[in-house]
């Protein structure tokens, strides 16, 4: 798209700000997934039980989760296009605090700080990537969700090719990518009053052609958000047990090395950025409601077959299963926006806050769950949580701009 003319419910789609948002997004989640990614080798070296290892994912994500919506609330009063700066600075922190760390309680700590970078970083940037839409909100989601999913599959990698073979200490070396993305962040930030201008005379002209955002009723809004977040709830169970478990599921099962292991997980992660993709752009064509009941329901015959499936069948079947679930996030936070459209920052640092907080959640449950009965019993449980997709019958049938 070339010169910024705006019309009523459209304007100039920023795509260079769009992709340097996906390019920090991958290496904010790259930094992250490198926590379960080293999962095996803190397991070795410290002699943690599965409920430790979950007890490591749930304070990792609750970090991440609890400060979500209060910056979101901040940044809606008062916009920091800086903010996301200051969040890779905890990460940074982070990082190298758990390459140095030689007990369980250094552990704990480090992971939480990483996830405090995490609820910094997230709500501003889902700001800036609606405001650099220009009206084209599922590419713009899916941009900026395939570069976190993207960054996520390729933590596995790295830990596989650079942390089993260099150890605990060689996780300092990504501080690089923090510092990598502060400089890009810093960019994006010397944009924010241009773009928010544009997004602003955008939505005025909308409202001068009757395109207003509805305000929706109260129980509307509290009924949406309810679905919205036990729909949330179930994908991030289902997808938190692959992300802290596989690789051990795959080594008990199948007789896997830890490399080997790591790599599978890429495979699947990596499933999940195309899901979130191509999920936002059909999303703008044929409408969220649609894509959710897809998302969220259609996995369910392949998840209850999963369990018993032999090696190259549990791959096939992983690889399909992230990848129609993945296409659920950006509707479900875009329908979520439209809910609520005057509170971007709430929203996004309530839904990303939701993903890390009650991802950590189940991740402690199915730690028990799987000490108790096998790791195995954990995807035999799981195979049931689509099940929860039926829940999306009660989402309000609420008009979408488009």
């Known amino acids: 798209m070339t010169a910024a003319t705006l019309s009523a419910g459209r304007g100039r789609t920023h795509l260079a700000v769009l992709i340097i948002l996906g390019v920090t997004h991958l290496l904010n989640d790259l930094m992250q997934s490198l926590i379960p990614a ?28 609890l400060l979500q919506p209060v910056v979101g609330m901040v940044t809606d009063r008062h916009p920091a296009p800086y903010s996301p700066v200051v969040g890779m600075m905890f990460t940074l922190s982070g990082l190298v605090s758990l390459s140095l760390a030689h007990s369980y309680g250094a552990i704990l700590v480090s992971v939480a700080l990483i996830g405090i970078g995490s609820s910094i970083f997230h709500p501003e940037a889902t700001r800036m990537a609606r405001y650099a839409a220009g009206g084209r909100y599922g590419l713009a989601q899916g941009i900026f969700q395939v570069g976190g999913q993207a960054g996520g599959a390729l933590g596995p990698v790295f830990a596989a090719l650079i942390i089993v073979a ?10 690089l990518a923090a510092l990598a993305a502060m400089l890009l962040l810093g960019w994006v930030g010397s944009k ?10 955008m939505r005025s002209a909308g409202k001068k052609d009757g395109q207003a955002h509805v305000r929706h009723a109260p129980l509307t809004i509290g009924i949406g958000l309810v679905v919205l977040t036990l729909l949330m709830f179930t994908k991030n169970a289902y997808s938190e047990s692959f992300r802290t ?29 195309v899901g979130a993709l191509v999920g936002g752009m059909i999303g703008d064509r ?3 409601y649609r894509i959710i009941w897809i998302s969220v329901l259609g996995p369910l015959p392949l998840t209850l077959i999963l369990p018993y499936a032999d090696l190259f069948w549990t791959g096939v079947l992983t690889i399909l299963i992230n990848l129609i679930m993945a ?17 971007i920052g709430l929203i996004g640092g309530l839904f990303y806050g939701l993903n890390f907080g009650l991802a950590g959640v189940a991740a402690a449950i199915l ?10 019993a954990v995807y035999r449980f799981c195979s049931f949580l689509p099940l929860a997709g039926l829940l999306a019958w009660f989402l309000p049938k609420i008009e979408e701009a488009r």
């Open 286 to 288: 044929i409408g969220r």
């Open 327 to 343: 296409s659920a996030f950006a509707s479900i936070l875009i329908y979520a926006i439209e809910l609520l459209p005057n509170r």
């Open 192 to 201: 924010q009053r241009q773009i928010s201008a544009e997004f602003a005379k």
């Open 38 to 65: 080293a999962y095996p080798i803190l397991q070795a070296a410290y002699a943690l039980d599965l409920v430790q290892i979950g007890m490591i994912t749930m304070t990792f994500q609750i970090a991440g989760s």
């Open 245 to 273: 478990f596989y690789t051990f599921y795959l080594m008990e099962r199948f007789g896997l090395s830890i490399p080997s292991a790591q790599m599978m997980l890429f495979v699947f992660l990596l499933a999940a950025a």
């Open 166 to 175: 260099r150890g605990q200490p060689s996780l300092a070396w990504f501080a």
């Open 367 to 376: 730690g028990s769950l799987a000490d108790t009965y096998g790791v195995e």
